[in-house]
């Protein structure tokens, strides 16, 4: 069974950085368009930033630009998500997911298009 397992979510303090792991399971990781989401409680789960399939192409939420990157290295089956200048709103659980139907070289924003998802770690950002 193909799995996504995060790790890297903790506390931290404004200003400072985390850098999230999503380790996949599969071999045929290659094949797919990544993508990190998060959720907060009551919220619906938003996009943060994707990745392609080749690592050539990125996009970001408004929130993410400038502060967050994304990145993976296909050899160990692995997406990543460096976060820097944290901010408390950017408190929440971090999820990753992967766009395995038809494939698009630019990967989607929307979570609707994402069909494999992981159990999600949490970030906390305090003040």
């Known amino acids: 069974q193909v799995q996504l397992v995060e790790s890297g979510g903790g506390l931290v303090q404004a200003g400072g950085s985390l850098r999230l792991s999503c380790a996949a399971s599969?071999?045929?990781?290659?094949?797919?368009?990544m993508g990190w989401f998060r959720q907060t409680p009551g919220l619906e789960r938003e996009f943060v930033a994707a990745i392609s399939r080749s690592g050539g192409t990125t996009d970001y939420a408004n929130s993410a630009k400038g502060r967050f990157a994304i990145s993976r290295d296909t050899a160990k089956n692995t997406v990543y998500l460096q976060m820097n200048s944290l901010k408390p709103e950017d408190t929440a659980v971090y999820y990753c997911a992967a766009q395995r139907g038809i494939y698009n070289p630019v990967p989607s924003t929307s979570r609707y298009d994402y069909d494999l998802w992981g159990q999600g770690t949490q970030v906390t950002v305090s003040s």
């Open positions: 599969e071999r045929t990781f290659p094949a797919y368009n």
